[in-house]
C-alpha cells in the first residue's frame, strides 16, 4: 500500500471526495482517505504522479510520504512523526485569541448596549449609522482573521464538493451581507428622517452573528484539533522509540555512528541502561532486556549469546555485543509503525454508512437551507427571520462528526493495542475481531509452550530419583531427538555436566531407542514396546507407563544390564495461562476448538486440561484449513497459530491470529499479530475489538441523532412550540458535536483488556453443536460438520509395527502410509503399535510393508 499526504480537507465530504476523486483513476483498486491523520492509502498499478493530479484536480494537496528506505528508518519516522504533530492548534489559539478580542468589542456594541444599555462614547448617541458602521468594520476584521473558511468552502464549491467550511462560510456570509443591506436600507432611512425604520433596521444587523458563527466553530475547531491529537499518541510514542545512533564495533574499538550508517551484519554495543539500536543475535554478554516498548510486557527478558533482540528495547543490566540482523524499516519497531500506520489509513465496514451520507450531506443541507428560506417567506414572514433559520440550518449541520466517529475510534483502538503487543493490521481486523464466535487454537506453541519438559521422573525399587535421571541424562546427551533434549535440560538444571558424564559406545537405534556404556554399565533407553523386548516389566510399571501415555505424556523406559531402571516421563506441557484464556474466551460465548497432529488419545488429555469445548487430533498442517473451511460455515471463526506452519490455515480464518510473533511481525497470513506468546492476549484482541465497536456505535449515534434533531430545530420546525435557534447557539453547538465524538473516542484508553469482569457472552445458539464427531482426519471431520458422512470404509488392514516411540514416529509412519495410491487414510499409535490403514482400492501387503520399512521400523504382520 502506498500512503500519501493531503492536505486542504476540513470534513468528511473532503475525505469522500479525494476518495472517489482517487478511486477513478485506471490503475487504483482502493483508495482509503483518514481525516484524522490527513493520510490516504492506495493500493493498485496507477503511478503516484497520476494520483496526485487526481487529488489537485479535486481541489485539494498531495505529496507521496516518504520511500521505504532501509537505510533511512529513522529519517522516516521523524518524517511521519512530523506529519502527525498537532499544527493545527497553535495556529487555531492565535485565530481564536484574536477573534475573541475583536468580538468582545463587537458584542459591546450590539447586544450589550442595544439589550442592556451599557454606555458608549458620547459621539455614539444617536448616531446609529456609526454604529452599525462600526459593527461592520469589526465583522470584517473577525472574517478576515478566519478567512480559512471562505477560502477554503468556497473553492470547494468552485470545484462542486461543498465541504463543511462551505456551510460555515455561507452562514457567516449570508449574516453578514444582509447586515451590510441593512445598513444601507438604515442611511436611505436616517435620509428621510424616517426614525423608526432606521430602529426597525438596526434590528436586523447580524454582524455579531457572522463574526460569532466564526469564532465559535474555531473554538469546536481547536478543541477538536487538541482531541485529534491525542488520538495519534500511540503512534508518536512509538516513533519517538526510534534510536538515533548506535555504538558499532570497528577493528576493536568502538564508534557511535548514526543509526542510517549500521548495516546487516555489523557488530554493535550496548551498555546498561542503553537503547538497543537495531534487531539483532547477542553474540556475547548477558543480560536482562526490558521489552515493554514492544510487547507491553513489564518482565524483563534474559539474552544470552544466541538469543533475539529488538530495536527500542532497553538493556537493563550487562554489557551486550550482537550482530546487526534486521535494520531500518526492517526492524520489529518499524513493522509495528507500518502496521499501526496502514491500519489508520484503512476503512471499518461499518464506516461506509457515514462515508456515504458525508458524501451527499453538505449539498442536501444547502438544499435544506435554501428550501427553509423559501417556506418561511412563503409563510408571511419576513426575510430577516426567514434568512435568520436558513442561515441556522447551515451552521449547526456537521458532516465532521459523521466523518471522524469510526476513524478515530480505530486510531485510540489499534493505538491502546500496539501499547499492549496486539497490533491489527487493518481497521476490518479490528471491527471483525470482536465478532468471532469460534476459535480455532493450535496446539504446539499456543496452547501448550512447544518444547517438551520433562514431567515425571519414576524410578524402580531400590533405584533413587537422581540416579534414574543420572543415567538417563548420560544416555540421551548425544541424542538429537527433541525427548531426549528435554532430558538433558532437566538434568542441566539440577547441576548434571556433560563434560563429566558421557556414554561411550553410544547407538541410536532409529525408531527403537538408544544403547551405550556408561560407567562399565550397559544402558538402553526406548519406549515401552522396546524395553519390553529386551528386559522384564512388572505389570505395575507396564500401568504407570499407560497412565502418564492416558494423560498425554511420553514414557521413556531406561534399563541397565538387563534390570529395569524406571520411567522417565516428557511432554510439551501447556502454558500456565492456556486454561485461564480459554474459560475468557468461553464466557464471551466463544466455541474453543484445538487442532493437533498428535494422536488422538495424546489430544484429549491436553485438550482436557487447557478446557477447551471440542478436540480434533491427526490433522495434519494442509488439513487445518479444510477444518477452518468447515468452522467457516458454523459461524465467524479465528484461527491462532504460529504464522508459520499454519498460515494457510490463518489465511482461510475470518480472522487470523498469530501468536508469540514478537522476533517476526510482518507475518502476511495474519489479520491480527499478538507479540507476546500468551494466549490470553487472544481473549484481550476480543475485548478490545468489542469496545471499539462499542465506541463507532455511540460516536455514530451521537453524529446522527445530533444532525436529526439540529436541523429540524434550527429550521424552525418546532416554532409553533416556541423552539427556536439563534444562529450563533446554533454555531456554538456545531463546534461542540465534533469535539464530543473525539472525546468519546479518547475513553477508549481506559480499556482494560485483561479485565474479564465486564465479559458480554455473544448468542451461541448459532454454533452449539458444529462438531457433531470428533473425528482424526480432516476429511472425516468436514463431511461430519457437512452432514454428508463418508461412505463406509470395509477394506482396512492393521498393521503391526514395531519400533515407534513417539507422535513424530507415528507422523512419519501415516504420511508415508497416506502417500501410497489407493490408502485413503491411515490411523497410527505408537502405544499400540498399530497401524490401521483404509483402502479405496486393494494394496498389496508388500508394498505397504516396504514403505514403513523404508523409514527404519519393523512390520510385525498385517491383518
Request: proline share 3%; glycine share 8%.
Amino acid at each position: 500500500m502506498e500512503q500519501y499526504n493531503v492536505t486542504g480537507m476540513s470534513c468528511a465530504a473532503c475525505s469522500s471526495r479525494v476518495e472517489k476523486a482517487v478511486s477513478k483513476v485506471p490503475g487504483v483498486s482502493t483508495c482509503s482517505v483518514s481525516l484524522l491523520t490527513n493520510s490516504m492509502g492506495v493500493e493498485g498499478s496507477a503511478s503516484p504522479d497520476s494520483i496526485i493530479a487526481a487529488v489537485e484536480a479535486a481541489g485539494y494537496g498531495a505529496s507521496l510520504k516518504g520511500a521505504s528506505d532501509t537505510r533511512n528508518a529513522s529519517v522516516n519516522h521523524a518524517a511521519e512523526e512530523d506529519a502527525l504533530k498537532d499544527k493545527e492548534t497553535p495556529v487555531l489559539k492565535k485565530r481564536l485569541i484574536a477573534s475573541i478580542g475583536f468580538l468582545a468589542v463587537l458584542m459591546y456594541f450590539s447586544m450589550g448596549h442595544m439589550m442592556w444599555g451599557w454606555p458608549l462614547p458620547s459621539w455614539f448617541e444617536g448616531n446609529h449609522v456609526a454604529m452599525g458602521l462600526l459593527q461592520m468594520i469589526l465583522a470584517a476584521i473577525v472574517m478576515v482573521i478566519n478567512q480559512k473558511f471562505f477560502i477554503s468552502g468556497f473553492k470547494s464549491l468552485w470545484h462542486r464538493a461543498p465541504n463543511m467550511d462551505t456551510l460555515v462560510a455561507l452562514g457567516s456570509m449570508a449574516s453578514f451581507v444582509w447586515s451590510v443591506i441593512a445598513l444601507f436600507l438604515m442611511t436611505d432611512a436616517q435620509l428621510h428622517g424616517d426614525m423608526e425604520g432606521v430602529m426597525r433596521y438596526m434590528d436586523e444587523f447580524y454582524f455579531e452573528s457572522a463574526a460569532m458563527i466564526l469564532t465559535l466553530i474555531t473554538v469546536g475547531k481547536m478543541l477538536e484539533a487538541r482531541s485529534k491529537g491525542k488520538t495519534t499518541d500511540a503512534l508518536k510514542s512509538l516513533m519517538k522509540l526510534a534510536p538515533k545512533q548506535a555504538t558499532l564495533i570497528i577493528d576493536g574499538k568502538e564508534n557511535v555512528v548514526p543509526i542510517e550508517q549500521v548495516k546487516k551484519g555489523d557488530i554493535f554495543a550496548v551498555r546498561p541502561g542503553e537503547s538497543i539500536p537495531v534487531d539483532g543475535i547477542v553474540t556475547e554478554g548477558n543480560s536482562a532486556v526490558n521489552e515493554a516498548a514492544l510487547t507491553g510486557e513489564s518482565i524483563p527478558v534474559d539474552k544470552a549469546p544466541g538469543d533475539l533482540v529488538s530495536a527500542a528495547t532497553i538493556n537493563q543490566s550487562g554489557y551486550l555485543r550482537c550482530e546487526a540482523s534486521r535494520v531500518g524499516d526492517d526492524t520489529t519497531l518499524s513493522q509495528i509503525i507500518k502496521m499501526v500506520s496502514d491500519a489508520a489509513a484503512t476503512k471499518a465496514p461499518i464506516a461506509k454508512v457515514a462515508d456515504k451520507v458525508s458524501g451527499v450531506f453538505v449539498p442536501v443541507v444547502i438544499s435544506i437551507s435554501l428550501v427553509t428560506l423559501l417556506v418561511w417567506l412563503l409563510l408571511g414572514k419576513d426575510f430577516a427571520y426567514a434568512l435568520a433559520r436558513g442561515i441556522s440550518v447551515l451552521v449547526i449541520s456537521c458532516p465532521c462528526a459523521l466523518g471522524l466517529a469510526t476513524p478515530v475510534a480505530i486510531m485510540v483502538g489499534n493505538g491502546l493495542g500496539a501499547k499492549n503487543g496486539i497490533l491489527f493490521k487493518t481497521a476490518v481486523s479490528l471491527e471483525e475481531t470482536g465478532k468471532i464466535q469460534i476459535v480455532a487454537l493450535d496446539k504446539t506453541g499456543t496452547i501448550t509452550n512447544g518444547t517438551p519438559k520433562v514431567t515425571d521422573i519414576v524410578p524402580a525399587d531400590g533405584i533413587s530419583q537422581d540416579e534414574l535421571l543420572r543415567l538417563a541424562f548420560a544416555l540421551e546427551a548425544k541424542s538429537e531427538h527433541p525427548l531426549a533434549k528435554a532430558i538433558v535440560e532437566e538434568g542441566k538444571s539440577k547441576g548434571l555436566d556433560t563434560a563429566s558424564l558421557q556414554a561411550d559406545n553410544f547407538t541410536a537405534l532409529v525408531g527403537n531407542g538408544l544403547e551405550g556404556t556408561i560407567e562399565g554399565s550397559h544402558l538402553l533407553g526406548g519406549s515401552v514396546s522396546f524395553i519390553s523386548g529386551r528386559v522384564t516389566i512388572s505389570k505395575a510399571d507396564r500401568q504407570r507407563a499407560a497412565l502418564l501415555a492416558e494423560s498425554g505424556k511420553t514414557p521413556l523406559l531406561f534399563a541397565r544390564d538387563k534390570k529395569f531402571l524406571g520411567i522417565i516421563a516428557v511432554a510439551d506441557t501447556i502454558k500456565e495461562d492456556s486454561p485461564k484464556a480459554i474459560r475468557e474466551l468461553q464466557n464471551m460465548g466463544i466455541r474453543v476448538v484445538m487442532l493437533t497432529g498428535d494422536n488422538e488419545r495424546t489430544a484429549r488429555a491436553i485438550g482436557a486440561q487447557a478446557g477447551v469445548d471440542e478436540v480434533i487430533a491427526g490433522v495434519l498442517p494442509e488439513g487445518k484449513e479444510q477444518v477452518i473451511r468447515a468452522l467457516k460455515e458454523k459461524g465467524k471463526t479465528a484461527m491462532v497459530g504460529d504464522g508459520i506452519n499454519d498460515a494457510p490455515a490463518l489465511t482461510r480464518a475470518d480472522i487470523g491470529i498469530a501468536i508469540g510473533a514478537g522476533a517476526d511481525v510482518a507475518i502476511d497470513a495474519a489479520d491480527v499479530v499478538l507479540m507476546k506468546s500468551n494466549l490470553t492476549d487472544v481473549a484481550a484482541a476480543v475485548r478490545l475489538s468489542r469496545a471499539s465497536l462499542r465506541n463507532i456505535h455511540e460516536n455514530l449515534f451521537w453524529a446522527f441523532i445530533y444532525n436529526i434533531i439540529g436541523i429540524p430545530l434550527a429550521a424552525g420546525v418546532y416554532a409553533h412550540w416556541g423552539l427556536l435557534l439563534n444562529p450563533m447557539f446554533g454555531a456554538a453547538a456545531m463546534s461542540l458535536s465534533s469535539f464530543c465524538v473525539v472525546s468519546n473516542a479518547l475513553r477508549l484508553n481506559f480499556c482494560r483488556l485483561h479485565d474479564a469482569s465486564h465479559d458480554r457472552k455473544r448468542k451461541k445458539h448459532i454454533i452449539e453443536g458444529c462438531l457433531i464427531e470428533k473425528k482424526e482426519t480432516p476429511d472425516e471431520f468436514s463431511g461430519a460438520i457437512d452432514g454428508q458422512g463418508k461412505e463406509e470404509k470395509t477394506m482396512t488392514k492393521t498393521m503391526k509395527i514395531e519400533g515407534m516411540m513417539c507422535g513424530h514416529c507415528e507422523k512419519r509412519v501415516k504420511k508415508v502410509l497416506e502417500a501410497i495410491d489407493g490408502v485413503e487414510s491411515a490411523e497410527v499409535s505408537y502405544e499400540a503399535g498399530t497401524a490401521v490403514v483404509t483402502l479405496s482400492s486393494d494394496v498389496a501387503d508388500d508394498v505397504l510393508k516396504k514403505a514403513v520399512e523404508d523409514q527404519d521400523y519393523t512390520v510385525k504382520g498385517i491383518e
